[in-house]
């Protein structure tokens, strides 16, 4: 379980592929002191789980599934990553409920700065854009965002300075792709109306 809220930005060492799999091998500038084997680490909003630690940074391996729904996918050498590490109990919640569990990939359509902030527009798949709310939350490459508007499939939202300096979404442009994690309750609600027809 995460919270959207990025840590530190990482640099893909290199993505080595074995067989349908992988192995994603991270620098981290990032405290990996209480980070164990086995532990999870988001990694641009996927959730995975750390199978060696190195001297400023860790591996991770990939499944076929994931590379197949996430940007992870096309990962190459020095591609840059979000990184947050797992949430503890008692640990502040100051984005939303991030599961690290990926819907699919949306693609950047709109990049403009306005003043200091950028407004980034999101093309998505349309079957989860029932998902999207005006002011509801949304995960894009990890990150805790609140929606402005939505039009369709698209979204849009803003993004600070801070945000834009620490994540991925300062460096990316139209029509890069990012991955897409919907609100888990709107998900949950749905599942509970449906089934009580």
Known sequence: MFTGIVAAMGIVRSLT???DDALLDIDAPLDLEDV???DSVC????CL????LKRGGFKEDVSAETLSRTTLGGAKTGTPVNLEKA???GDR????IVQGHVDSMGRIVEKTVRSRMLLLGFEIDPHLSRYVVGKGSIAVDGISL???RCEKSRFYVNIIPHTAAGTTLGVKEAPDLVNIETDILARHLEKLIHAGK
């Open 43 to 46: 990694v641009s909003g996927a």
């Open 87 to 89: 949430l503890r109990i």
């Open 17 to 19: 592929r074995r067989g």
């Open 36 to 38: 164990r084997v086995g």
């Open 49 to 52: 789980t750390v199978t060696a």
């Open 146 to 148: 609140t929606v402005n």
């Open 93 to 96: 919640l100051g984005g939303h």
